[in-house]
């Protein structure tokens, strides 16, 4: 049996009681470190759950994935994922490469960020498509996520925006090279997140456009989600670039239309009340 276990957002402690029992029956315990980062290493996990965990990078799991499911069908192997198997990052390359080998599997959920960013107070069924925000680069400046940003909100709907996280990545010229040389890791903040996005806001003046999100849209700044150090703050798009909520994982909310019971719970972590209130009761039913 294959199983993909969800760890939840915050420590070792987080995995369910039936995931744990799966992680201390399996012959082969991998753990999943690309797509999120618990508050704990590796090291606390091992300890915790009594069994040694085999890190699974990118290149594992999307190269590598028949490694991963060697005698699964004879054996139980489980395939750990921070928050959710199926929350930010589907995994479904892994179950069907399964399904063709006729390896049974099965899915123990847990907590995501998908989900528990709820915890601010805006209402889930409030939010539209997820976005991700990319790092810029020099050459490299994407902006096709800031028009899911605005579509959400024409249509008043909240956006939960994941921000970048590099792990294991290569630089260019080692990459070129086929040099085994990684950077090392970056996590992208809720202040780099909101630079850009007011970077795009000025581009789009210049092109003679208004932007449906301006320096003024009310957003919400969240970060370690889950953690004993958790960290939200709400206010403008300006205030989210200045910001500090410390280290990793950040997300960010773009908000939409709110409804006044959200906008009593978002004055619960403004950042600076009067300039919160002026600009969040435009967008209110």
């Not at 028949?66 to 005698?71: A, F, H, M, Q």
């Not at 202040?191 to 003046?205: D, F, G, H, Y």
């Not at 959200?262 to 600076?272: R, W």
Request: charged letters at 20%; one cysteine or more; glycine letters at 8%.
């Amino acid at each position: 049996m294959l199983y993909l276990v969800g760890l939840g957002l915050g420590d070792a402690k987080d995995i369910t009681v039936k995931g744990l029992e799966v992680v201390r029956q399996c012959r082969r315990v991998y753990l999943e470190a690309y797509t999120s980062v618990l508050t704990v290493g590796k090291e606390a996990l091992e300890e915790f759950y009594g069994r040694e965990l085999i890190l699974a990078d990118r290149e594992t799991v999307e190269q590598e994935a028949d490694s991963i499911l060697k005698e699964a069908d004879v054996c139980d192997v489980a395939f750990l994922v921070v928050g959710d198997p199926f929350g930010a990052t589907t995994h479904s390359d892994l179950v069907l490469r399964a399904v063709k080998l006729g390896i049974p599997y099965t899915v123990i959920h847990n907590a995501s960020i998908m989900n528990a960013v709820g915890c601010c107070g805006l209402q889930l069924y409030n939010f539209g498509e997820t976005v991700s925000i990319v790092f810029w680069t020099d050459t490299w400046k994407p902006e096709s996520f800031f028009d899911k940003i605005t579509k959400n909100r024409q249509n008043g709907m909240h956006t939960l925006c994941l921000l970048d996280i590099k792990v294991k990545e290569q630089s260019l010229e080692n990459l070129m090279k086929g040099r085994k040389i990684y950077e090392p890791p970056r996590y992208m903040s809720v202040n780099q997140a909101a630079e850009q996005l007011l970077a795009i806001i000025q581009n789009r003046r210049l092109q003679g456009e208004e932007p449906e999100i301006t320096e003024n849209t009310v957003c919400v700044g969240l970060a370690r989600v889950g953690a004993p150090d958790q960290k939200i703050a709400s206010g403008t798009l300006h205030q989210m670039s200045t910001v500090e909520l410390g280290g990793p994982l950040h997300s960010l909310i773009i908000t939409g239309t709110m409804h006044p019971l959200e906008l009593e719970m978002l004055k619960l972590f403004s950042v600076d009340s009067s300039s919160f209130e002026n600009n969040a009761f435009q967008r209110t039913t």
